[in-house]
């Protein structure tokens, strides 16, 4: 009953969602869902957009940032399209010998990310590419008290009719916060943070967590860049962000469901804490 009626931002990584694994990450999704989570999915795309422009991918990024141009915009949409296509239908399975069988699920999507162009920084323009503006997150509230799982996807729309590019993560961050969600999951292939033998040991306060993005090396960007989300998230009020291999099948329930769980936890309030004696003894 724990999770009941929580609402949790789920970000699915573009490897994980090219996967072998993926079939059985919606089925562990669905069932997470069917139990009483209000579930808001972020795709990961950019591995599938690189191999959808091939050769045109070399030498279009800044800082991290994809420069967009009208041609990779065009290509972004037809992926988008592609993945969110193929999603929805396996959300849609129910046959009788299958896990999902008898689920009746809806997933939903639609304009709820407002965004903003990144503009020309440092004398570069980055033309498509966006940023997170705002949610309507009364709209996307109102899906999920409908019991529709939300989908959002890394196209952001301007109050001009502009269609931007934006960062997954950035959109994962900013649904979490805007919807004051009780956990922002990411869910990663063969994600592994420093630390513990046991990823579900790697419990860090932002403190600490901050801590860990000093000392790592610039070879461990992409965990860095995962670090950071965390910690951006729980200084805007998300409780608890989990970092998690989901290459493992059930995994998402093993840490959901048991105690001791398996992913790496970054958090804003204390993990383990002793109750402060009562002053008044009955």
Known sequence: YAHRGKTFVVYISDRLLASNSIGSLIHDLALVHTLGVKLVLV????????KKLGKQSKDTFKDDWRITNTESLNAIKEVVGTVKSNLEAQFSIGLINTPMSGMKLNVVSGNYVRAKPVGVRDGVDFLHTGEVRNLATGEIQKQLDANNIVLLTPLGYSKTGDIFNLNSMEV???????????????????????????????????NEAKELIKKLPKSKQLIKNYLNIAVQACLENVKRVHLMDASKPGALLEELYTLEGVATLVTAETYDDIRPRPSVLW
């Open 43 to 50: 795709l990961g795309l950019r591995n599938f957009i690189d």
């Open 172 to 206: 994962a961050k900013h649904a979490a916060c805007a919807l004051e969600s009780e956990k922002l999951i990411l869910l990663l292939d063969k994600f592994k943070a420093p630390g513990n033998k046991k990823q579900s040991d790697n419990h860090f306060n932002v």
